[in-house]
Nanobody, 115 residues
Framework: QVQLVESGGGSVQPGGSLRLSCVAS????????MGWYRQAPGKQRELVAT???????NLADSVKGRFTISRDNAKNTVYLEMSSLKPEDTAVYYC?????????WGQGTQVTVSS
């Protein structure tokens, strides 16, 4: 059974920081491109960041310079370090694992940026 379990969401003031974690089980983690997506109320889900098995990263323009994606293959975990958070970063953040023929999603974790 494949599971992607996110943690680390919460409420933070503008300018603050959070670190999201996603632990994967039931997949060959090293063979998957891992990523983070987000969905704000009334909006479509959008890409935040991805990290390939080869170490190539892709970040949305809106988060470049503020967010960092990393992975620990020994722990089957992908991280999203978020700093200088803005109210427009408020969304449910979803972990994604994409293989050659499979694509998996976590349940999401809420991030709220508000004063």
């Amino acid at each position: 059974q494949v599971q992607l379990v996110e943690s680390g969401g919460g409420s933070v003031q503008p300018g603050g920081s959070l670190r999201l974690s996603c632990v994967a089980s039931g997949i060959n983690f090293r063979a998957y491109t891992m990523g983070w997506y987000r969905q704000a109320p009334g909006k479509q889900r959008e890409l935040v960041a991805t990290l390939t098995i080869g170490g190539n990263t892709n970040l949305a323009d809106s988060v470049k310079g503020r967010f960092t994606i990393s992975r620990d293959n020994a722990k089957n975990t992908v991280y999203l370090e978020m700093s200088s958070l803005k109210p427009e970063d408020t969304a449910v953040y979803y972990c994604n694992g994409r293989g050659i023929i499979a694509n998996y999603w976590g349940q999401g974790t809420q991030v709220t940026v508000s004063s």
